[in-house]
C-alpha cells in the first residue's frame, strides 16, 4: 500500500545454498545423481553444515557471539540502502514527478528479484588466500562507501533544485539501481559467509540477524530519514526554534553512511578470518555452467512452469492499491514522513502474523490460504482507491486529523493480514515441493519468478497512470492538456490543466476485475498445483 513501509513479498530471495532452509535436506533419501544439471549448490552449501570428524563441536549461542554480531552489522549497512531507495518515491512525489518518472524509477527494485542471475559468479570465482567470501564483501562494500560519499556532492542536483528545474529521474535510476546491485552481491556473499562463519548448532541465528539486522537498516534509511529529513517534523517534535529544513539532508545522510560503510569494511578486511577448518573441497562450489544448466532444467519441468506462469500474472490484480496508493495519498497532501512512521506500530503484527499463518499452511494444501485470502486483498484496493478519494475530503488547515490517520493505519493492518497469508502460504508451498538433494538452488528459483511476479505489475501499474488520467483545460478555451505540449499551450493561455478522470481510479478498477478474472478461472488450476505427485517436481535420477 505505502511504498515507503510496504513489506515485499519475498523482497529478498535466498541464492542457491542459503542459511534460510525451509526444508531439512538432510533427509533419507538415498545418494543420488540429478540427470537435470550435474552442480548441486544447494545441497553442497548444506554439507556445509555437517561438521566432520575433528571439525569444531557443539558451540554456544556466546561462544560465536562476535561472529552473530558481525552478521547482523553487514545486514543493517545492507537494509540502509534499501531504505534510501524506498524513500526516493516518495521524495519525488512531493516534487510532483509525473507517474512514468515513478514507474521508471520502480526499475530500482528489480536487482533482489533478478540476483539469481549472478549469484553463481559470486560463489565461484574469489580469491583463495583473501577469503571466498571476503573476495566479494570488500570490495563492493567499499565501492557502497565510495560511491555513497560522491553521491553526497550530487543528490541535491539530481532531485532538483525546486527554481524550475525538476528531478533528475534518469540519473537517480541509475544510481540507486547500481546501489540495489551492490547491495544484492553484498547478500549474496554474507548469506554464504554465514554458512561456515557459524557452527551447525547456531546457524539458525543467521537467519535472525537477516530479519532483524535488514529491518533494522532499512528504518534507519527510509523511517529515520524520512522524519529528520522533514522541516515540519523536526520542527514539531525535536526544536524549539523553527528552521527551514530539517536536521539532515539526503546529502548528510549518505556521507555519514558512506563512510561507516568505508570504516566497516576496512575492520572486516583487516581483523577478521574466514573459517579455515572446512576442507577445500567442501568448501568448492560447482562450474558455473553446471549451475546455470541446472536451473534451466528444473524450469522446463511441466509442473513447475506452469507454476512459474501462474504466479507471475496472479498479483496483477493487486498493482495499483500497492504500488499507487502511497503516493497518491502524498499527492493529496499527506506528509511522507507520516506515512513513513506507520511502520513502528506495524512492526509486532509483521513478526505475529507469519507464525499465526504458518499453523494453516504447514499441511500438504498451503495454496488454500492463499487463494482464501486473495478476494480479500483484492477488495481492499477498492477501499484504498476510496481511501484516497476520502483524503482531501478530511483535510484541515493544520493536517489531518487523527481519526484519519487510525483509518489509514487499519487499512493498512487489514492489507498486512491478507499480503502475508499469501506470501507464507507461497513460500510454503514453494519448500513443499522443493527437490531436496538441490533444495537451495530449486527453492531460490520458485521464489525469484514469485517475487517477479510482483515486480513488473507495480511498474506496468505506475506508468499506465498518467495515459489513463483525462485532464481538461479550465479557463482558456479550444486548448486541451493531453500532452506535456498542450498542458503548457494551456498554461499560456491563462487557463489551467484540471483532472476530470484520475487514472488511478480507472487502474484500481480495471485491477480488481483483472484479479478476480484470475481468482476465477486460473486460481482453481493453481490450487491443483498442489495435487501434483512429488515426482512432478523432482528431477530424475539415477543412483
Avoid at 94 to 100: F, I, Q, R
Avoid at 102 to 113: G, H, Y
Avoid at 343 to 357: D, T
Wanted: charged content about 15%.
Amino acid at each position: 500500500m505505502l511504498p515507503a513501509i510496504a513489506a515485499k513479498e519475498g523482497g529478498r530471495q535466498r541464492r542457491a545454498g542459503s542459511h534460510h532452509r525451509c526444508l531439512d535436506v538432510r533427509s533419507e533419501v538415498p545418494p543420488a545423481l540429478a540427470l537435470c544439471g550435474d552442480g548441486l549448490p544447494g545441497g553442497e552449501a548444506e554439507a556445509l553444515l555437517l561438521p566432520g570428524p575433528g571439525l569444531r563441536g557443539a558451540r554456544g549461542c556466546r561462544a560465536e557471539l562476535g561472529n552473530i554480531l558481525l552478521l547482523l552489522v553487514l545486514y543493517v549497512l545492507q537494509g540502509i540502502p534499501l531504505g534510501l531507495a524506498g524513500s526516493v518515491p516518495l521524495i519525488l512525489q512531493s516534487k510532483s514527478a509525473s507517474y512514468t518518472d515513478q514507474a521508471f524509477f520502480s526499475f530500482v527494485f528489480w536487482p533482489f528479484s533478478l540476483k539469481l542471475l549472478w549469484a553463481p559468479l559470486v560463489d565461484a570465482v574469489y580469491l583463495r588466500g583473501f577469503g571466498r567470501r571476503k573476495s566479494w564483501l570488500v570490495p563492493t562494500q567499499y565501492v557502497l562507501g565510495l560511491f555513497m560519499i560522491y553521491m553526497s556532492t550530487q543528490v541535491d542536483m539530481l532531485l532538483g533544485d525546486g527554481e524550475g528545474r525538476g528531478p533528475d529521474v534518469v540519473a537517480l535510476t541509475v544510481t540507486f539501481f547500481l546501489f540495489e546491485f551492490l547491495a544484492a552481491t553484498q547478500d549474496i556473499a554474507v548469506d554464504g559467509w554465514a554458512l561456515t562463519m557459524l557452527s551447525r548448532e547456531n546457524v539458525g541465528y543467521a537467519s535472525t540477524c537477516n530479519s532483524v539486522g535488514q529491518t533494522a537498516g532499512y528504518f534507519l534509511g527510509n523511517v529515520l530519514f524520512l522524519a529528520l529529513e522533514s522541516a515540519s517534523f523536526c520542527n514539531k517534535y525535536l526544536r524549539f526554534q523553527p528552521q527551514p529544513q530539517g536536521i539532515v539532508t539526503l546529502s548528510d545522510f549518505l556521507f555519514f553512511w558512506g563512510a561507516v560503510f568505508l570504516i566497516t569494511t576496512t575492520l572486516v578486511a583487516l581483523l577478521k578470518k574466514e573459517n579455515k577448518e572446512l576442507t577445500p573441497t567442501k568448501e568448492e562450489t560447482k562450474g558455473i555452467t553446471d549451475t546455470y544448466r541446472l536451473l534451466f532444467s528444473i524450469i522446463k519441468m511441466p509442473a513447475v512452469l506452469t507454476f512459474c506462469l501462474l504466479i507471475l500474472t496472479a498479483k496483477v490484480g493487486f498493482s495499483a492499491a500497492d504500488a499507487v496508493t502511497g503516493l497518491k495519498l502524498v499527492e493529496e497532501g499527506v506528509p511522507k514522513e507520516h506515512l513513513a512512521l506507520l511502520a513502528v506500530p506495524m512492526v509486532p503484527l509483521q513478526i505475529i502474523l507469519p507464525l499465526i499463518i504458518s499453523k494453516y499452511t504447514a499441511g500438504p494444501q498451503p495454496l488454500n490460504t492463499f487463494y482464501k485470502a486473495m478476494p480479500f486483498r483484492l477488495l481492499l484496493g477498492l477501499e484504498f482507491a476510496f481511501l484516497v478519494w476520502w483524503t482531501p475530503k478530511v483535510k484541515q488547515e493544520g493536517g489531518f486529523p487523527v481519526y484519519y490517520y487510525i483509518v489509514v493505519l487499519l487499512s493498512y493492518a487489514l492489507h498486512q493480514i491478507t499480503l502475508y497469508s499469501m506470501y507464507v502460504a507461497i513460500m510454503a508451498f514453494n519448500a513443499k515441493v522443493s527437490d531436496p538433494l538441490i533444495g537451495g538452488t530449486y527453492m531460490t528459483l520458485l521464489n525469484t519468478v514469485s517475487n517477479l511476479g510482483g515486480n513488473w505489475p507495480s511498474t506496468v501499474a505506475l506508468w499506465l497512470v498518467d495515459p489513463l488520467t483525462v485532464k481538461g483545460c479550465a479557463g482558456a478555451q479550444e486548448q486541451t492538456c493531453g500532452t506535456p505540449v498542450a498542458a503548457e499551450l494551456c498554461t499560456k493561455a491563462g487557463g489551467s490543466c484540471v483532472t476530470t478522470l484520475d487514472g488511478y481510479y480507472v487502474e484500481s478498477v480495471i485491477c480488481v476485475i483483472l484479479g478476480f478474472g484470475w481468482w476465477f478461472l486460473l486460481g482453481p488450476k493453481f490450487k491443483k498445483l498442489q495435487d501434483e505427485g512429488q515426482s512432478s517436481w523432482k528431477c530424475k535420477r539415477t543412483n
